[in-house]
């Protein structure tokens, strides 16, 4: 069991950053080093807000990036988990 879920993990990641959307927001998140909202990711990657607010959804449920509220803008920062570090080794090759 674990390592079938292990598998799904890894495949669940890959599948996230097969996608171009997301992976622009990772790299503006990475350049800018600093929690940004909705609206300014949104115009800064080229994509609609609520597009954006979707594919942020799809990050943070892989615990890549946390949401918090500043009064009535919703911002996310980047975690410090292991595999964030790992995402931006990635991009850096690329």
């Given at each position: 069991?674990?390592?079938?879920s292990?598998?799904?993990?890894?495949?669940?990641?890959?599948?996230?950053l097969?996608d171009t959307?997301?992976l622009?927001i990772?790299?503006?998140?990475?350049?800018?080093?600093?929690?940004?909202c909705?609206?300014?990711?949104?115009?800064e990657?080229?994509?609609?807000q609520?597009?954006t607010?979707?594919?942020?959804?799809k990050?943070?449920?892989?615990?890549?990036?946390?949401?918090?509220?500043?009064?009535?803008k919703?911002c996310?920062?980047l975690?410090?988990?292991?595999?964030?570090?790992?995402?931006?080794n990635?991009?850096?090759?690329?």
């Open positions: 069991m674990f390592i079938s292990n598998i799904e993990q890894s495949a669940e990641l890959l599948k996230l097969g959307t997301r622009k990772l790299n503006l998140l990475f350049s800018e080093d600093r929690d940004m909705v609206n300014e990711i949104a115009y990657v080229g994509a609609s609520s597009a607010s979707h594919q942020l959804s990050l943070e449920a892989l615990n890549i990036v946390s949401c918090f509220r500043d009064g009535q919703v996310y920062e975690t410090d988990k292991p595999i964030v570090d790992s995402i931006r990635i991009l850096k090759v690329v």
